[in-house]
């Protein structure tokens, strides 16, 4: 390959992009295109995984096409198309036009036109009347639409109404979720028109908007969060904390390649799912073929009409590429710090760049292991390098940052954060009623209730082809008063998963789910060798089974899934989510009943916040995270970070806090 | 008070530790004291905290005496005292004979005196004769006897063999658990007489160590932990890696008093419970009166005799502080570290320095907030700075890691890490079968099963005296017609907890345990205000109801527990828990059905790490890490780090990892 020839892994070029758009372009001449996504469509397994084979072997290997998959709409009509377009032969290889039911993810472009029809529209133009509001005061969010029934098939927008901070309000950074309002409008996007107004209860029990009260903007005790408008100067004892790497870095990048310390996979992007994490091997053994954080839904516990309706696929309606943030060098990451950069395409189909879009560095967690003897006082002890990728998305008023980490001792670690600003509504500030379902924040601001249910897609390939999943179970052993005769053994319980389908968590049995490779046996433990994923054990969607949140959001009715691996099934509440009606996700998939025993298998892990919002949340969000591992068990013979050298205070070069005080090592008895 | 003068929560100085055994030696004239622990006996809450808010206050108020505890045997009988000296006016306040049923804790003199014993012994030289092996070869783990019957009174140790490795046996820290041999020994510690030997079972399922196969020794394919042992090379990939503070730290520290972005409070140290943490407030505000790690159970899951009675009280049984590390500057310990030091008494009554047992450092952890506003593209976004606290403790074969972690954000985490080296026992290579008990990590080695269970004592004063523990659920919304017409609405529902007692834990729920103050309501959220107990939801005892460690470990049978708190209980497995019968413990505390609604309540976190091991965690074990939070709810008006000043590279410094590849910000569109 040339320098210029992407690796098939590698994300969509900037000129790939172009070139494909270009195609569709002139494919569709006469028509208005809007587009809307476009990205690498990856190889198929068949072809990739001899090729990615080969490749580690420095074998000779074609490299397969590369395919750029692009949806677009007609302009102002309903008519969405999925083509695939190959851009290393310039050919269009297939277009789809999608059932009407199938609607396109929301664009920036295309909601800040809802947010200016809106603006123009006599039915919002008489409620600001009402509210004695001017215009150029208004901040909209204009939102996804949802699903209530099973009729409704326009391209729909809802709209939710704040102002600026009234004693702020020349500045647009000031934050308009301290000061939502009590209407909301539904708009056609096809249309580009205000089709209807809602009104927002004002009351903690009241269940519609209309007759009450008029609306009270309320006084937030604190409701910005920028740092120029905040009430409260920063504080300044917080000293510089710098990380130094004085002889560089312990990892190498060429391209999307990237290896650390007996590690080596690549970092791909797309604008669906953002980073993501490819041809996985620890010290030349096959662990994961592919890692993504798959989907997201956000579905809101308020129940009254018009907010019954809020609920967002983040990745599917949205995407986590599409609003990844450009991370900032000594702001986003810290240390030395190595940028990938992405690139989408906007909806008149000009290639937006996503520079810095995913940072990685070297961070120091502590330690790794240790051990003293106490019969001679030798301590050996081993600090926890690892290396973290990060990518942060904001979509809308939530920021998520999502850490993959690799550890020195073959593990690998996802970890997601939550922050950003809750989405908020009116209450009325005289109202002194318990609110169920959600909480206020300030003053005149109630923050309803909700959970953000994440699906990370694990595809593994535990040194090699053929993965079994196995549900493993501590329970304590039988009476016995031969074999346990003092009721103090316990023993773990193993089942195999047969064939595709869901499972539960069970934190009282210490369950975990171990993926091995029936064919290849650790010689020191006598089993197969495998990796074992810890999950997060957390609530499931609290919406009611027969809601449309439930129908639409299959990933989120169990923590676990076992899937024989297909190409095109990535997205486990299906490739539309956008007014979707479910019954395209990974329900369809795993009721196929396919054999995943010895096969290429995927696990799918569903883990939620399920996100009670406390004052402390407002008027911007202490990041909540939770973390899930991936470990070896039995895969390797012996520890695999054994051979990381000794911490030392002649590399590590720390500083006594207050020697006069202090007693250092050495001193002591 | 003058500088000489400790403040009541400082830990024993060498000085007292050394007036109190003074004069206990004096009051036993002609008996051959063997002394077993002392240290801070803390002030009664009545007396301290009256003096601690004075003392915040600057207003005046006498120092409670300074009394210290001791516990100390007549050498050679099992005659156990507990005394409190009054090391202010030197004088002894009580001596208290226990009953023949409380046993002492062991010591490293004693347990060096156990195995001296066993190697002498005629029963033990038998068996390393029938193993042709010589003396000076051999390598004891004596160990707490724990109880298996409800007759055995006395005071014994259990005494397991190994030999160092016969590649390397001239060297005293090569790694002896790769190399156990097939037999122990009971030994009487007050006649120092090797009682009876066990002979340890070397098959997968076989029950005896009778009429087995001689043992043969294996061959582990990497035996060794320490650096200069090991059959491999360091790696050389790793490149240094520091953290630098070039203002100095963001903490400051007077004694025992830290204050660190609007925390304040005092670190404490004693024997047993190692670090403690007291009298913590943010911003003038109580939050916790105490902190604690105050009981670990780690019982094993071997059924077989003589190893069933494997399972030791790590803290009652031995003591975190007299097994705290000395951590090392650049070792334990990365960046700006202030160290605290305390100080334990030997057998002989000698005062022991234990500097460095505690180390304190700020760190960065990634993100604590961010947003964007995507209508101006403006990013506000803050770093995570947290403050410290770390001890590790060495039992035996086992580290365990303790942090204590303060946020800006109100926030304290505690985290747990184990690491060392598994307790092995033998197996013969030759065997082939399946062990559902533990798992084979070397050559002839085998590593059980076990749990390592540990209560966190939570002593809360949120926001003052009278606290009351409510258990919140997130439950579905009743299905109605108005009230929830589409099924979406969720609530929360909250359960008081009215009398002392237990609660479990339920993830499917996203159960909290939220201490509140009910008389003072946050204005925000017209809620009272609170901290949350984020817990961990882990495995019970394995062991059956019925069984000894059942028994005896009565905090293992529940997450949480409530108490109504008495100064006196501190330790949940009782004060005594070397060969205990249970019953001194949580469980007869809540049974009392104390009112605790609105009172001065402890709240007690169980939590347990089921370690089934793997052959990466041998010879040394990778750190498994869980961590528990406390965080406020609706505790402040607003987000506490909101002040908390931007993320800028001016103070970061971060560097680029490669400047010609990589896109720096500000370059971008």
Redesign the interface.
């Known amino acids: 390959m040339t320098q210029e020839t992407p690796h098939p892994l590698d994300p969509a070029t900037p000129r790939e992009l172009a070139a494909a758009v270009d195609l569709i372009r002139k494919s569709c001449s006469g028509v208005d295109v809007q587009f809307k996504a476009a990205g690498l469509k990856e190889p198929s397994k068949e072809a990739l995984l001899p090729f990615l084979r080969a490749e580690r072997s420095s074998m000779p290997y074609n490299a397969p096409p590369r395919l750029i998959y692009v949806m677009f709409l007609y302009r102002h009509t309903p008519r969405l198309f999925d083509a695939v377009v190959d851009v290393t032969n310039g050919k269009i290889l297939e277009v789809e036009e999608q059932p009407r039911g199938n609607h396109a993810p929301a664009d ?1 472009i295309e909601m800040n036109e809802v947010a200016a029809t809106c603006l123009k529209s006599p039915l919002v133009q008489k409620e600001l009347k009402r509210l004695g509001l001017d215009a150029d005061v208004v ?1 909209m969010d204009p939102w996804i639409y949802g699903r ?1 029934d099973d009729v409704e098939d326009r391209r729909l927008a809802q709209v939710f109404f704040y102002i600026r901070n009234p004693k702020k309000s020349d500045d ?2 000031s934050n308009h979720y301290a000061f939502p309002l009590d209407f909301m409008a539904v708009t056609d996007m096809v249309e580009m028109r205000v089709e209807e107004i809602g009104r927002i209860p004002l009351g903690a029990t009241s ?1 519609t908007g209309k007759d009450e009260a008029p609306l009270n903007v309320g006084q ?3 409701a910005e ?3 120029h408008l ?1 009430s ?19 990892f190498t ?1 060429a391209g999307s390649l990237v290896e650390w ?1 007996k590690w080596r996979f690549r970092v791909g992007f797309n604008y669906r799912e953002g980073m993501t994490i490819h041809d996985v091997t620890f010290d030349g053994r096959e662990v994961f073929y592919r890692l993504s954080m798959s989907e997201m839904f956000v ?5 009254r ?1 018009p907010l ?2 809020k ?1 967002a696929f983040d990745l599917g309606d949205v995407g986590a590429g599409s609003t990844a ?2 991370l ?12 990938f ?1 992405g690139a989408v395409i906007d909806q008149h189909g000009t290639v ?2 996503k ?2 879009a995913i940072c ?5 967690a ?11 006082g ?4 081993v ?3 690892q290396l973290q990728l ?1 990518t ?1 998305i ?1 979509v ?2 939530y ?1 998520y ?1 999502f ?1 993959w980490t690799f ?5 690998v670690e996802f970890e997601t ?1 939550a ?3 809750l989405s908020t509504t009116p209450i009325d500030p005289r109202c ?1 009623e318990e609110v ?2 959600a ?5 005149g601001v109630l923050a309803p ?1 909700h959970q953000h249910i994440f699906c990370l897609r694990i595809d593994p390939c535990i040194d090699g082809d053929g993965n079994t999943v196995e549900v493993v179970d ?4 039988i ?1 016995d008063p ?11 319980e193993s089942r195999k998963i047969k064939t595709s389908g869901s499972e539960e ?1 069970d ?4 369950r975990i789910f171990k993926i091995i490779n029936p064919k290849k046996m ?1 010689r ?4 197969p060798v495998g990796y074992k994923l810890m999950p997060i ?4 969607l ?3 089974p ?5 129908k639409r959001a299959e990933f989120a009715h169990a923590p676990l899934w076992v899937t024989r691996h297909r190409d095109d099934e990535l997205f486990p509440a299906g490739r539309y989510t956008n007014q979707s009606r479910g019954g395209t996700g990974i329900k369809s998939w795993v009721d196929r009943r396919d054999s995943v025993e010895n096969q290429d298998l995927v696990l799918w892990h569903t883990y ?1 916040f ?1 996100h ?1 919002p ?10 909540e995270s939770v973390r899930i591992a991936l ?28 020697a006069a ?5 050495g ?3």
């Open positions: 920036r901040v209530d647009f950074d269940v937030p005790v604190e969060y920028a740092h905040q409260q100067p920063a504080r300044t004892t917080v000293k510089p904390l710098q990380v130094v790497q004085p002889q560089g870095a312990s990048v310390e579905p809101y516990g308020d129940p009409n019954h309706r609920a943030n450009n900032g060098l000594g702001c986003d990451c810290l240390g030395l710090i190595k940028y950069d937006v760049p520079p810095n990685m560095h070297e961070i120091d502590g330690i790794q292991w240790k051990h003293t003897n106490h019969r001679t030798k301590a050996s002890v600090r926890k390098r990060q942060i904001t809308a008023n920021e940052i850490y550890d020195q001792a073959g593990e954060r922050t950003g600003i002194d169920p379902f909480t206020r924040v300030g003053d209730y501590s329970v304590p052993m009476a031969v074999l346990n005769p003092y009721g103090t053994g316990y023993v773990t968590t934190p009282l049995k210490a650790n020191v433990s006598k089993t054990s957390s609530q499931k609290l919406a009611a027969d809601s449309w949140h439930a939620t399920t009670n406390r004052t402390e949340d407002f008027p911007v969000m202490p990041a470990k070896p068990i039995n895969f390797f013979e012996y520890n695999p970070a054994l051979d990381v050298p000794e911490s030392t205070q002649a590399s590590n070069k720390s500083v006594l806090y207050q005080n202090g007693c250092c090592r001193d002591s008895p």
